[in-house]
């Protein structure tokens, strides 16, 4: 997408041009869904889907393939999560925004997804018009939240949690597994197709979530509280 900032506000529905049309990724494990989101952006002017994926996986391999504007990603999905994937193409240096598209609005989807560099998070019962103007916003780099999310986000950030009370996301549970196991940092990076430095910060969190400040501690504090078998 090829815009002059100064001017995108100025372009109309009538006026669009090649220059001016999004491209969008839709991932989503359920095909109705898919099918769903390629038909509404096909039919509106401004917006052209290259391709789709069911999973995070797929989502990467598409995307270093398609190179869209906007990936529009769920989260949960069997064969590879969205937080994972945004993680992956952030590490990349991908050019396209991540815009979440999810019917989850817990603390334990959102701060995971946001922190991973996802541009916005919408939910799935959000209006037609709205999603795209989320998109057009994401395409733009500007952060677009759905009111429950963003209410959800500035309560997070308002209130203090004591240590242990914000879970672990599925990634800090497979590291803090691995360690249990005795790994290394660098056998673990190996094992998960991650960088070292990345082993590192998912340990760091870790730690804070539990309250703790090292290996041993994480550990022994996870299972005790069942996080581990």
């Known amino acids: 997408m090829t815009h002059d900032a100064e001017t995108d506000d100025a372009v109309t529905d009538d006026a669009v041009t090649d220059d001016d049309v999004i491209t969008l990724l839709v991932v989503d ?13 096909d039919t509106a002017p ?17 995307a270093a393939v398609l190179d869209p504007d906007v990936i529009l990603m769920d989260l949960r999905m069997p ?4 937080v994972d994937a945004i993680r992956e193409l952030t590490r990349r240096g991908a050019r396209a925004r991540v815009l979440v598209l999810t019917t989850y609005d817990t603390d334990s989807d959102t701060i995971p997804a946001i922190e991973a560099g996802a541009t916005g998070y919408l939910l799935k019962d959000a209006p037609r018009e709205e999603l795209f103007t989320a998109v057009r916003a994401a395409a733009r780099g500007r952060t677009v939240l759905s009111p429950a999310v963003a209410s959800r986000l500035v309560s997070a950030v308002r209130t203090p949690r004591a240590p ?17 196991r005795g790994t290394s940092n660098r056998e673990i990076a190996r094992e998960l197709f991650i960088s070292e430095a990345t082993v590192k910060t998912h340990l760091t969190h870790v730690y804070a979530k539990l309250g703790v400040n090292d290996r041993a501690a994480a550990v022994a504090v996870a299972y005790d509280r069942g996080i581990l078998g």
Do not use: Y
């Open 29 to 41: 494990d359920h095909p109705v869904v898919r099918d769903g989101l390629r038909g509404m952006f």
């Open 46 to 62: 401004g917006f052209r889907v290259l391709g789709e994926a069911a999973d995070g996986v797929g989502a990467l391999e598409r």
């Open 79 to 82: 064969g590879g999560g969205g």
């Open 164 to 180: 242990g009370s914000e879970p672990l996301s599925a990634r800090e549970r497979e590291v803090l597994a691995l360690v249990a």
